[in-house]
C-alpha cells in the first residue's frame, strides 16, 4: 500500500506546470518600443518649439514646456501600458493617469488620457532619438 505523502508528490510531478496569467504586470520603467519622439504633425519632428510633439524616455514624457514624471508603469496587454504620472506645468505638479497603445507596428501611438483618444501621433524619423 502506498502511503499518502508519495500519492500527493507522484500527483503533482504529473500535473502540467501551468503558470497563473496575469492581465496586468507592473514596471519599473517606460519600455523600450514606446520610446522616441512622437507628433501627431510630422512637420513638427524635431523642432522642441512646435508644441506638437513629445519625446518619451524610459522615466518621463517631455512636451514643448511641461513634462511627466513617471511614478508608476503597468503593462496592459502586448501593445498597452498605463501610467501613474506627476505632470509638471508652470501652475505646478498634478498626479495624472495616461494609457498609451502602440500599433502592431510600433509607429502609431495613441495617447489616452480619460475617455478616448487624446492623441494619436506617429513615430518620428530616429536621427536624433531624442529629438534635439
Known sequence: ???????????????PFAAPAIAETALKTIPTEYQGEWSSVP????????????????????????????VEVTRIDPNSIHLVVDYEDYD?????YRTLILSDDRQTLSFYYGDGPENVSRRCPQGDPHGE
Open 43 to 70: 512637420e513638427a519632428c524635431g523642432n522642441r518649439e512646435s508644441g506638437e510633439r513629445f519625446v518619451i524616455d524610459e522615466t518621463s514624457i517631455s512636451y514643448f514646456e511641461e513634462g511627466d514624471s513617471v
Open 92 to 96: 505646478g505638479i498634478e498626479r495624472l
Open 1 to 15: 500500500m502506498m502511503k499518502p505523502v508519495y500519492v500527493i508528490a507522484a500527483l503533482m510531478l504529473a500535473a
